[in-house]
């Protein structure tokens, strides 16, 4: 089993930046694909972005490319996504997310999901 554990969400203005950050409680030994999600209060929850096991590609919805970069460092069982130049629409709980293979925007293939961690962004 996979255990997931997200911090760093908190309040900042429009234009501000955050850093999220997920720890893995084991070391996944670059088969699983790690990822990022976003739910808003009464929508659905949204693929943000993913990082691919073994060659570290990196994959971002449209609606943040060019803004948020995640990242995993060899050896350290911690994810992050560095947030930019962020919108009041990136208001949101963030879910740190893993599955075995290949990245999937899907999130019904994800088999391991942290707490979350709430991202509040005012104008």
């Known amino acids: 089993q996979v255990q997931l554990v997200e911090s760093g969400g908190g309040s900042v203005q429009a234009g501000g930046s955050l850093r999220l950050s997920c720890a893995v409680s084991r070391y996944t030994d670059n088969t699983y694909c790690m990822a990022w999600f976003r739910q808003a209060p009464g929508k659905e929850r949204d693929w943000v972005a993913g990082i691919a096991p073994g060659t570290a590609d990196t994959f971002y919805a449209d609606s943040v490319k060019g803004r948020f970069t995640i990242s995993q460092v060899s050896g350290k069982n911690t994810l992050y996504l560095q947030m930019n130049s962020l919108k009041p629409e990136d208001t949101a709980m963030y879910y740190c997310?893993?599955?075995?293979?290949?990245?999937?925007?899907?999130?019904?293939?994800?088999?391991?999901w942290g707490q979350g961690t709430q991202v509040t962004v005012s104008s």
């Open positions: 997310a893993a599955k075995g293979g290949r990245c999937l925007s899907e999130r019904q293939y994800y088999n391991y």
